[in-house]
């Protein structure tokens, strides 16, 4: 029989140890896997829940009407893409206010505790003999409570700091500019969308009526037809001529339709709340601006959101070459603290320390050049993307202004085509009341009367759409943002009824282009 040696037990409790410590190993390991959980069925319906609550809780209900001036003011202060450019310019500037704070030294205070099982003791060498030439001692207690209070200021980071404090300052003015670009859209949106769901609401109920007045004079020529009272070909004429002005007023009505619920959502309000709208002014003749066509590119220059934010851009990467030097250069730090220890061996348990201390990152020296390059680089691309937005702008100038025009002459059109059906749908009534004209042929014209008011009323939408567009381009703000914070929608609808641009505006004289970008917007007046 083998004799087990005390080595064995050792060597035995080693390898039990060792087991135990792979087990735990990895079991910590298995408890540190994190694996991804998909929200359940139930939270995703609480979630959509409370979304679907609050995405419009916080407005009241509109009124038995809805002017125009309302309809711009519950979106401005509503409309969910304008309230999140709020939030981004606000998030901007706290990232602003951040950057400055980082401009401030570091006070920092530490604490700690340390301790031992036994004494940090030591001993003396002799270099000559080797032998030890004093007791074995020690200064530091075993357990020991220490603390510090510093001030640390590095000069390089200061600098750094400041630069990125300027170029913050830059985002948030990007901020600003893309929600004066957000808010344009909603103005163009809504004052489009509402004319048509205007025009809508005005002729919905007079389609519906007459649609029933077609479907029986339809019937009434397959009867006159079946009956032999009429020959099949004018029979058959009159009832295509009857389908097809039905498919117009169908399609007209569809196409209405889709533009009340546009108008509800731009306005942040759910698509099947019932609300009227207000009748308002018609259309003037001509676009007003009060600025000659040679200058209208220059002020659309002055005025785009896009391009300012291009320029903003093009200012933030200027500082980025200024941070590329200063991360070249050597750092410079002071520091200045009052230290408190607990270990009574100490002499001076408090004291007061300060130093300086200077450090250069060399690799920095060989990654300018491509920090340099780089940086060039991307002021290039956005010289060239400044250069392009200037010739979507000019574009977009000249585009707006020929079909402003082009629905002018189409507006006058379908005016003039109106007033000659409306002479021709009275005469016919006059004729019907004598007997001399068929009903059929009374109901053909109400019908023709009737798509040309709807198409009058588009084409008066269409102005209305096309003026908007030219005042887009021209990157004109209706009134400032600050008009849109801090007032109620009544305060609002007031203001915007009083600063809103209407029809025949007139255009400031505006300044000439100034070096420095951040240009406030300038206004129209009346």
Known sequence: MAQVRPSDGRYR?????????????????AGCTVTPQPLGQAEIGAYAADKLRRVGSDQPLPGPRIDLYEAFARALKYNLDQRVEIMQTAVRARELSFASYSMLPNFVANSAYAGRDNYAASSSISVLSQRQSLEPSYSQDRNFVFGDLSLSWNILDFGLSYVRARQAADAVLIAEENRRRVVSRIIEDVRTAYWRALTSERLASRLRALEGRAQNAISDARRLYNE????????LTYERELIEIRREAQRVEADLLVARSQLASLMNLPP?????????????????????????????????????????????????????????????????????????????????GWGARASWNLMSVFRYPERTSLIDAQDALLDKRALAVTMAVMTQVHVSRIRHALAMKEF????????????IVGQMRASAAALSTSEQTLIREEMNTLIAEVKFDLAHAAVQNARANV??????????LATIDGQDLDGLTRAVRTSWLGIGAVLAEAPPIPRVPAVPPLRLRH
Do not use: C, H
């Not at 409790?13 to 390991?29: K, M, N, Q, V």
């Not at 006058?412 to 002479?423: L, M, P, S, Y």
């Not at 887009?472 to 703000?477: C, E, K, V, W």
């Open 13 to 29: 409790r080693r390898i039990g140890s060792a087991w135990l410590g792979a087990t735990l190993l990895a079991t910590a390991t």
């Open 412 to 423: 006058e059109t379908a005016a003039a085509f109106r007033r000659v059906q409306r002479r």
């Open 228 to 235: 032999r009272q009429t020959s099949p070909i004018t029979a």
């Open 272 to 352: 099947d709340l019932p609300f009227r709208l207000a009748e308002m002014e018609g259309v003037e003749a001509g676009l007003k601006l009060g600025v000659a066509d040679s200058d209208l590119v220059r002020v659309a220059l002055e005025n785009r959101s896009e391009l300012r934010e291009v320029a903003y851009r093009q200012r933030i990467n200027g500082r980025e070459a200024t941070a590329a030097l200063l991360e070249m250069l050597p750092g410079f730090n002071v520091i200045v603290g009052a230290n408190a220890d607990s270990n009574r061996l100490l002499y001076n348990s408090n004291w007061v």
């Open 471 to 480: 005042f887009a381009s021209l990157g004109l703000d209706s009134f400032p």
